[in-house]
Structure formats: structure tokens, C-alpha cells
């Protein structure tokens, strides 16, 4: 079965400072991987996916994220954070061949001013 | 360009009533998905349907029902709502060739539901 781990359900970084938000998969095959951000009272937004053209996948807003088949992970990083920033933001797998994507459990970023 | 739209935005039911979301898509896209959202729980999928005229339980289906009313359209029923399915509720689509599973899929803005 598909799962997802978003390590952290709460992160905090000051303004200016390196956002790592954290995700591990469970799979055998490498499946897409993708990030959504949701801001406060509304539907999430596609932020990058990876569907096996390049490990490391840019994204909007200045976000980033890079796959490493060896640790299982597709964490999402961003050099310096924006207030603006401020959301929650959730891993998905969508694995090969299927209709679906399995969501962790979100983490909530905060920035600091 | 409006996307997914999802009716009503706000619901407040009483133990016991029926409702029905609706959904609808402008893209064209053959997959059409309803997830809840619950704090703590991430997304989790209720009812999708990979094509018009097909449905298929998600991961929590108890207590709902759906219908692919046309190509556009992917409906969410509750039929005697509980406190449990206090939730937000989501309707999503993709565009979906066979065995392409690293299309996007589009969220609506979602439901706030509140079963009391």
C-alpha cells in the first residue's frame, strides 16, 4: 500500500530564513510525487510535482524540491521564507498506473517575522 | 477561468438530514474525485470516477453516496448525515490518459459541512 509521511506537523521559520518541509513514500516503484500548499480557507494549489523527468523539480513561488530514490524522500525546500509564505502544505503519491493520490498528513508552516 | 466549482461553500445540518454537493468542471477532464479533510488526517478520498459513467469507493466511502451525472458533473450525497461527517469536503479533477498518473489534479475551494 501507498503511504505518505510528512515528518513535522508544525514548522516555524523566521523571515528570510531556509524553509525544509519534509516527506517520505513507501513504495517499490517510484511513484509521481507532488506538493500542494493551502492557504487559510481555501482549495489546495498544485506547488510541483515530479514525474521522473528531473530529481530536482522547481516550482512556483520560489519552491523546490528534489527526489532521492535511495532515501525514499521528496523533501520541499525554499532558500529564503516570505510571510506570505505561511500555509500548510501537503505531500501526495500518486502511484504508477493509478487514479489517485494518498495525502499525508500536512504540516503547517509558520514564518516569523 | 473558474475550474472546479463546488455548491453550497457553507452547510449546517441536523443528525439524521440529507444533502447533496455538487460539483462541476470546465476543463474537460475525464477524473473527477471527492475528498474530506479532517485536522490532523491530511486528504483523505471518499469516491472518485476515472470516467463519465463509472464510480469507485475511495478510502472512507461509508455513508455517502455519489453520482457522474455527465462528463462535467460528479455529486456528493449524504444520506442521513452524522457528526462524524463533519468535515470539509473537496471535489477535484484530472485529465487522465490510461495509466498516466502524473497528471495535476484541480482542487475546488471546498465545502465547510457542520452536522450538528
Known amino acids: 500500500a501507498q503511504s505518505v509521511t510528512q515528518l513535522g506537523s508544525h514548522v516555524s521559520v523566521s523571515e528570510g530564513a531556509l524553509v525544509l518541509l519534509r516527506c517520505n513514500y513507501s513504495?517499490?516503484?517510484?511513484?509521481?510525487l507532488f506538493w500542494y500548499v493551502q492557504y487559510p480557507n481555501q482549495g489546495l494549489q498544485l506547488l510541483l510535482k515530479?514525474?521522473?523527468?528531473?530529481?530536482l523539480v522547481k516550482g512556483i513561488n520560489g519552491f523546490e524540491a528534489e527526489f532521492k530514490k535511495s532515501e525514499t524522500s521528496f523533501h520541499l525546500t525554499k532558500p529564503s521564507a516570505h510571510m506570505s509564505d505561511a500555509a500548510e502544505y501537503f505531500c501526495?503519491?500518486?502511484?504508477?498506473?493509478?487514479?489517485?493520490?494518498?495525502f499525508g498528513t500536512g504540516t503547517r508552516l509558520t514564518v516569523i517575522p | 477561468n473558474a475550474g472546479v466549482t463546488q455548491t453550497p461553500k457553507f452547510q449546517v445540518l441536523k443528525t439524521g438530514q440529507s444533502m447533496t454537493l455538487q460539483c462541476a468542471q470546465d476543463?474537460?477532464?475525464?477524473?473527477m474525485y471527492w475528498y474530506r479533510q479532517d485536522p490532523g488526517m491530511g486528504l483523505r478520498l471518499i469516491y472518485y470516477?476515472?470516467?463519465?459513467?463509472?464510480?469507485d469507493k475511495g478510502e472512507v466511502p461509508n455513508g455517502y453516496n455519489v453520482s457522474r451525472l455527465n462528463k462535467r458533473e460528479f455529486s456528493l450525497r449524504l444520506e442521513s448525515a452524522a457528526p462524524s461527517q463533519t468535515s470539509v469536503y473537496f471535489c477535484?479533477?484530472?485529465?487522465?490518459?490510461?495509466?498516466?498518473?502524473?497528471?495535476?489534479?484541480?482542487f475546488g475551494e471546498g465545502s465547510w459541512l457542520t452536522v450538528v
Open positions: 477535484a479533477s484530472r485529465e487522465s490518459p490510461a495509466g498516466n498518473s502524473g497528471n495535476t489534479i484541480y
Open positions: 513504495s517499490s516503484v517510484p511513484p509521481y
Open positions: 515530479y514525474t521522473s523527468a528531473a530529481t
Open positions: 501526495a503519491v500518486s502511484p504508477t498506473g493509478a487514479n489517485n493520490l494518498f
Open positions: 476543463m474537460n477532464h475525464n477524473s
Open positions: 470516477s476515472a470516467s463519465e459513467g463509472t464510480t
